[in-house]
């Protein structure tokens, strides 16, 4: 008898802990009914097509000076290993990068004798003179920005478009990106452009702006290159035609021709003078051809 109860003891606990099971099951309770896993099998998405609107444009970064060295290098052989070729001039000393000049005779005020002009307006505003080779206009004008302009300046860039300057305007243009970057926290960028003072709309102008494209743009306007320059009329007109606000105050005159006296309706003293009344500092980036 007791061999009998243990057999059939455990024979009923199983089928009742098996019509449990059945019961709480909603679906039956067989093996082949179980509930389905939540678990969702993993989907492959196929990449989106190049024109696709969800798409993101990548952000643009500011090329950095080696690579744009690098890559202007391959057109010109002369340009060496991409080190600077800019030489700066002012009141305390001669900075040239590559050292290829030196203090001499031919000097004033450790300008050379045929930057003297441009040395005189710079120094007498508190700005300085810079020389440069064509291929690195681009690092020297973004050097010069960071060099000389801090946070919320008003930063006027000032071209020569004579009859040889078109390929460094253009050369300026297509390097915005880069020229935009090196702008300082809350400065305000414009533009102006001049020739001769006697021709025809000689000079023209984009006003202080803080979307900096504005002066960018304008710079990269089509035009044609001609007749010679008319340096100290255009510093005055620039003077004249922006709208200054923030207390640093710059002019960037880029050229490849000397100032000459002639070629001017104001003088010397006066550009001097229209810059002083503004509290604006010139400086100049002059182009050794």
Request: glycine letters at 4%; a positive charge.
């Amino acid at each position: 008898m007791k061999t009998l109860l243990l057999l059939i003891l455990p024979l009923s606990i199983s089928l009742s802990a098996f019509g449990q099971i059945k019961r709480s099951n909603p679906r039956g309770g067989s093996v082949k009914n179980a509930p389905v896993t939540t678990h969702r099998p993993a989907v492959k998405i196929p990449k989106p097509m190049s024109n696709s609107s969800s798409v993101v444009s990548p952000v643009r970064t500011r090329p950095s000076f080696s690579s744009s060295s690098n890559s202007s290098s391959s057109s010109n052989s002369s340009r060496g290993n991409g080190s600077s070729s800019s030489t700066y001039y002012n009141n305390n000393n001669n900075y040239n990068m590559n050292n290829n000049e030196t203090n001499s005779s031919s000097f004033y005020g450790n300008a050379p004798r045929r930057l003297v002009d441009f040395h005189n307006i710079c120094s007498s505003t508190g700005g300085n003179v810079v020389s440069t080779r064509p291929y690195d206009l681009v690092r020297t004008l973004t050097n010069h920005i960071e060099k000389y302009a801090g946070d919320s300046t008003d930063i006027v860039i000032l071209i020569d478009i004579s009859g040889s300057m078109g390929n460094n305007v253009k050369s300026i243009a297509s390097e915005s990106d880069a020229i935009i970057v090196s702008v300082p926290q809350g400065s305000r960028v414009g533009a102006a452009s001049f020739r001769l003072s006697n021709s025809s709309k000689w000079f023209k102008h984009s006003d202080l702006s803080e979307d900096h494209w504005n002066a960018m743009d304008f710079i990269g306007q089509k035009r044609k290159y001609m007749s010679s320059e008319s340096h100290l009329d255009a510093i005055v007109n620039t003077v004249s035609a922006s709208t200054w606000k923030n207390k640093e105050r710059i002019i960037i005159t880029i050229t490849d021709e000397l100032i000459s006296p002639s070629e001017n309706i104001k003088s010397q003293s006066q550009a001097i003078h229209a810059a002083n009344q503004k509290d604006v500092s010139l400086h100049t980036i002059f182009l050794e051809n």
